[in-house]
């Protein structure tokens, strides 16, 4: 079993959409949590944290659920410059992140 | 405010071949760096992370090396390219304190 797991997608949604993504992990010792944005041939960016409260940062709220160890990614109003591919990363401690293989997300017109 | 840097951004070398990236981090002391990498398709994969300068942990037992001979310097290596280890690499840092890493442009390497 993978330490985390994304439906790699792609999903295919138009403009102002509500797109949600899901992540499961298996360590259930995972520390902490984030959603990184990888846009095609570049560099994977952080795009937010993940707490346990749940927290919200413009469009985007992120969601933990740790009893059942998924972690979700909810995006309102999608916009065409949303299309990229979203990653899942736990930390699982000893200095180390665990990326998922991401998730494709296609915004049209 | 800090900033990571690596090079070349490109390259491709026949199979046999020695390899060099280098990546350098500013704005930071003693950071921790990670060496990634994403064949095609494919998810990130940890080669290779460092605590300081000469420390250096191994994820995947390869053909590829690690060194950090300065603080804010971490150098990927191989003796002989093969196929497979064409992909692109990441170099990625961290502050002590911190959980985030942050990732450099990368080098796309493709080994023929």
């Known amino acids: 079993r993978k330490e985390v797991e994304q439906d790699p997608g792609p999903f295919n949604v138009p403009e102002g959409a509500t797109v949600a993504f899901n992540c499961t992990y298996s360590?259930?010792?995972?520390?902490?949590f984030f959603w990184y944005r990888q846009d095609c041939r570049k560099e994977p960016k952080l795009l937010m944290s993940?707490?346990?409260s749940g927290n919200e940062d413009g469009r985007f709220t992120a969601q933990l659920n740790r009893a059942s160890q998924y972690i979700s990614l909810l995006i309102r109003d999608s916009k065409l410059s949303d299309s990229a591919t979203y990653l899942c990363v736990v930390n699982t401690g000893f200095q180390k992140l665990v990326f998922g293989t991401g998730t494709r997300l296609l915004v049209s017109p | 405010s800090q900033t990571i840097h690596q090079w070349p951004a490109t390259l491709v070398q026949p199979v046999g071949s020695p390899l060099s990236l280098e990546c350098t981090v500013e704005?930071?002391?003693?950071?921790?760096l990670y060496w990634y990498r994403q064949a095609a398709g494919r998810g990130l994969q940890l080669l290779f992370y460092s605590v300081g300068i000469g420390q250096i942990s191994s994820e995947v037992p390869q053909n590829l090396s690690a060194s950090r001979p300065q603080d804010r310097q971490f150098i990927l290596s191989s003796k002989k390219l093969l196929l497979s280890d064409s992909g692109f690499y990441l170099c990625?840092?961290?502050?002590?304190?911190?959980?985030?890493?942050?990732f450099g442009p990368g080098t796309r390497l493709l080994v023929l």
């Open positions: 990625a840092w961290r502050g002590q304190y911190q959980e985030t890493q942050y």
């Open positions: 360590n259930s010792a995972s520390q902490s």
């Open positions: 704005g930071t002391s003693n950071p921790n």
């Open positions: 993940v707490y346990s």
